[in-house]
Every structure is written in C-alpha cells, then in structure tokens.
C-alpha cells in the first residue's frame, strides 16, 4: 500500500456514495477494503485522524488480523465520550455536533453562505493564531458541490453505531467493533493547544487503549476475529505553538512524523512496511522506511 492515496466517501473528488451511508461502521469497511484492493498484508500499520482515528479503532478491532500497530490523531477512544460530554467547556467546544444535527438548523446553508465562512470559524477556533488560508481554500474546493457538503455534514448525521442503528443494517458487526479497544500497540497523538477537543480531557486515553487496562477480554462472538488480550498503548500531546495538532506545518509534520517512525515495526526481510492513512484535512508524512526522506503532499481532505 505504500505510496498509494484514495479519499474519504463523499469527499470530492471522492463520488457521493449511493447508499448514503456515513456511519463509523461504513468507514470501518472502507479502510478493510482498501486493505484488500492495496493488497494489505499483516504488517500494515494503520493510522488515522479525526473521523480517520474513529475509523481506525473500530477497523484494527474488526480485523485485527490486518493491522500490526496503530496510530491516532486528534480524536480519544470512544471510550472517553463519557468524560468529554461531562464537561461543560467541551460542550460549548462540541456546538457544531449539534448544529449539524438539528434540521431546523438549516446547516448545508449556513456552512455556504458567505465564501464557507463557516469553515474559516471552525479553523480558527480549532488552531488559534495559525493562518491556514491556502490549505482552506482546498478544503473548500472539496466541499462545493453541495452533494460533497451534504455528505460533509451527514457524517454527523449518521446513527452513533449500535445504539443509533439498533445493531442492525449492512455494516452492523463494523458498528460494534467501533465500541471496543483496538489490540494493537497504539500511539495517540494529541496537540497540546487544540482548541477543538481540550488535551485535558485526553488524559485518560491511554489506559482505555491498553488492552482493556491490560486485562484478558472476552471474545466478541459478533465481531470476527476479536483479539482476547489487548497491547499497550502511548499517548503523547505534540507540543504546538497554536492549535491542533498541525500536519501542514514543517514543524507539526516533523514532530508527527518522528513520534509515528518510533511506533513503527522495524522492517523485516528487508520489507517496507506498509501504512494507510485516513483522516479529513490531513496530509501526514508518513513515508516507507526504504524511502525515509519521502513526503506525502497534503491532501485538503481523505485518506492519504
């Protein structure tokens, strides 16, 4: 898989999915698929940000078989949705999960009007003091066609998993592997100003990634292939002058790129190992260790 680039569903130049669906669980089966297609092998380190490291958890814990390590991004465990929605200055942080939920909010409108001028709020809210005008204008070219911003948006719209879905439906078993710990070693990766979700909150992050507190647990007979005993798990807050953790910054791409090339396996046999990467906005270096100087080039929005 290594050097290879495709985007997240309904993110253009990605097509609108016919079926419309936006659930963690499909994006769950995306990331196993494009494991398939790439011709994936069990070396393949899977690393994710935002939606991407949602998407990550809930894949390395429906086939593990696929993932040797895993890296994420910007978003803790669902685990720690407890302690996040507990607090009240998260909340008013949260303010768009809602927005985008109520239809009376008429958000696809709001979020065009005025140039996206939506977006240009969120960005700054989130990395305070960073001028990211050239990376919005990609963001937005993403978002015109109001079919790719309504797909956008329906991410937020999507049942939460089993809960929201009632276990059914077509990625039902994705849905509630998303709910449980990944059994891979894991590195988290947080920005210690992200001005979306408080690294405060995250604290506890590394313990729900350690293998269920580093205790045996039971095999889920709906999620194929579960591993019974979980690894363990870091967490690191990348030191940012401003802001979320900032992959399109020299110095945010130095530090993500260092901490996930000390997560990696060493290679063996003389093999590169093979990493997908998945996440809205994020363009991470994340280059084969035959090839240790490469770089990806920033994609405004999808898997890298």
């Not at 659930?23 to 935002?50: K, N, P, R, T, Y």
């Not at 998303?178 to 988290?188: F, H, V």
């Not at 997560?263 to 990467?277: A, I």
């Amino acid at each position: 898989m290594t050097g290879h680039h495709a985007v997240m569903r309904g993110y253009a130049p990605t097509a609108v999915p016919r079926d419309g669906n936006y659930s963690v669980g499909a994006l769950v089966a995306d990331a196993v698929a494009l494991h398939e297609v790439m011709g994936g092998d069990e070396q393949a380190v899977l690393i994710g940000s935002d939606w991407g490291a949602e998407t990550a958890y809930g894949a390395a814990a429906f086939a593990p078989g696929r993932w040797r390590r895993l890296v994420a991004l910007g978003v803790p465990p669902f685990a720690l949705d407890s302690v996040l929605f507990r607090d009240y200055r998260q909340l008013r942080r949260f303010f768009y999960l809602f927005f985008f939920r109520d239809p009376a909010a008429q958000a696809e409108a709001v979020v065009a009007a005025d140039e996206m001028a939506f977006v240009d709020h969120l960005w700054r809210d989130w990395s305070p003091g960073y001028d990211a005008a050239g990376h919005l204008a990609e963001v937005k070219d993403c978002l015109r066609d109001p079919a790719n911003l309504s797909a956008a948006i329906g991410y937020y719209r999507a049942p939460a998993g089993p809960s929201g879905t009632g276990g059914a439906g077509r990625y039902a078993a994705e849905d509630r592997a998303a709910l449980l710990p990944a059994g891979q070693p894991t590195l988290y990766l947080h920005g210690s100003a992200d001005g979306c979700i408080g690294v405060e909150l995250v604290a506890a992050a590394e313990q729900h990634l350690s293998a269920c507190h580093g205790h045996a647990s039971p095999r889920p007979a709906d999620v194929p292939g579960h591993p019974r005993v979980c690894a363990g798990a870091r967490r690191r807050a990348v030191q940012q002058p401003t802001g979320e953790i900032e992959p399109h910054r020299p110095a945010g791409r130095e530090a993500i790129a260092q901490l996930t090339s000390e997560h990696l396996p060493e290679q063996r046999g003389g093999r590169s190992c093979s990493r997908l990467v998945i996440g809205p906005g994020l363009g991470l270096c994340a280059q084969s260790r035959r090839s240790a100087s490469g770089r990806d080039r920033r994609s405004p929005s999808g898997v890298s």
